[in-house]
Structures are given as structure tokens and as C-alpha cells.
């Protein structure tokens, strides 16, 4: 019986810093993916993985991506990268989570840096930032790799969360944007959803707790 609801945030609750990313790829004649490309090499040890752990300061993740992409072939200042994480609220999935918040325990879990803006969710503004708290405050934990020391797809930033709900992986349901991410998530026992739009991941998460969450 699922008792909680696990999100990731960025790309989820948020559209994806991935529509940002092919953006700026587009407007500097960069090959489309190509920062994805970048993050997905040694995705444990790269400079993004550091920076989401927390192991490297934005001052020294700065040189240390710009190097990474310049080896790729197309240089990239980390703190260019920066601006770009912020993504739109989507507002459906805030009333969903408003909605099952009634009847299940709801957390967030968030590979995230510090130094990227104001608030756990990267806001670019201050405007937004507020948003974000607001958001935050619903769900009953957050847990951001950036103060945790660990991330995505590490089993250990899963099962702090099951530990903080007094829960097992059985009982929860987690959502996230990345497959990468979900995959131990799953082996844990997990239900999961690939999100790929508000409206698909809404779609699949009513037919898993039998409630109505789009209008």
C-alpha cells in the first residue's frame, strides 16, 4: 500500500534546465546536448557531481567545468551554467501536490548546488525564490544532495528518505525526470514515474493512488 509520494524537483515540479541548456547551445552554436553530454561522463566524479555534493565551492566548480567542456570541444564557464537551472513553475503539479498532501506524506528529493540562486529550488530572482519557499513548505521533508553530501542515483539519498518517513521503498511512489535516477529507486522496491510532462506524470500518478489530480 503506497503510504508517500517522493519528487524530484527540477524537471518535475519545474520544466527541465534541459530546455535552458539546448537553448544556450542554440544561441552559441553548440551541438544540441552537448552540456548533457558532458554531465554524463564519469557521472560520479565530474565537476557537476562534485558540485552537487557539495565536494567543490561554485568558485572552483567554475574552472573546473569550463576545462571538462573545453576538452569536449566547446568551452563552457561553469558559472554560464548557472544562470540557466532555473526552471518554470508548473503550477499543476503544485495543486497536485496540495491535492495528495490530504492523504499521503509527500517529500522532495534534490540534486541541487549551492551558490546557484536563492532557495532549494535554484530560483533565478527573488520573486520566484518566494515561490519556492512556498512550494518547499508543502512537503513534510526536503532533501537537498547539496547539504546531504551525496546524490541522485546514490541509494542512500533514497533510503534517508524512506528513514525520515518511516517508511519501506514498497510504500512509495517517486517521480523524477531522469531514468538514471530512478532506476535504483526501483530496485529498492519503489513505484516510479519517468516524468516527461505534467500531464503524462499526472495521468500516471492517479492511476497509482486511484485519485482524480487534473481537472
Keep these: 500500500m503506497i503510504k508517500a509520494v517522493l519528487w524530484d524537483f527540477g524537471g ?7 530546455e535552458a541548456f539546448n537553448r544556450y547551445e542554440l544561441a552559441n552554436g553548440i551541438p544540441k546536448d552537448f552540456i548533457r553530454s558532458v554531465n554524463a561522463k564519469d557521472p560520479d566524479t565530474n ?3 562534485q558540485f552537487e555534493s557539495s565536494s567543490v565551492s561554485l ?3 567554475d574552472p573546473i567545468f569550463a576545462a571538462e567542456t573545453e576538452k569536449a570541444g566547446h568551452r563552457i564557464p561553469g558559472k554560464e551554467v548557472m544562470k540557466l537551472l532555473s526552471g518554470h513553475i ?18 522532495c528529493i ?10 532549494p529550488g535554484m530560483a533565478s530572482d527573488h520573486s520566484k525564490a518566494e515561490k519556492i519557499v512556498e512550494i518547499m513548505g508543502l512537503f513534510d521533508f526536503v532533501i537537498e544532495s547539496s547539504l546531504v553530501g551525496f546524490r541522485k542515483p546514490d541509494p542512500r539519498i533514497y533510503q534517508l528518505a524512506c528513514d525520515k518517513m518511516g517508511i519501506d521503498a514498497s510504500e512509495a511512489v517517486f517521480l ?14 519503489m513505484q516510479t514515474i ?13 492511476a497509482i493512488l486511484s485519485m482524480k489530480l487534473q481537472a
Design 176 to 189: 523524477d525526470d531522469l531514468g538514471i535516477n530512478l532506476k535504483p529507486a526501483k530496485a529498492m522496491g
Design 59 to 61: 568558485e572552483e566548480f
Design 12 to 18: 518535475v515540479i519545474t520544466s527541465s534546465p534541459f
Design 90 to 107: 508548473r503550477p499543476e503539479m503544485v495543486e497536485a501536490l496540495k491535492l495528495i498532501k490530504k492523504n499521503y506524506r509527500i517529500a
Design 47 to 49: 565537476a557537476w557531481a
Design 194 to 206: 519517468k516524468v516527461t510532462s505534467a500531464e503524462q506524470a499526472l495521468g500516471e500518478l492517479s
Design 110 to 119: 534534490t540534486n541541487n548546488v549551492k551558490g546557484a540562486g536563492e532557495g
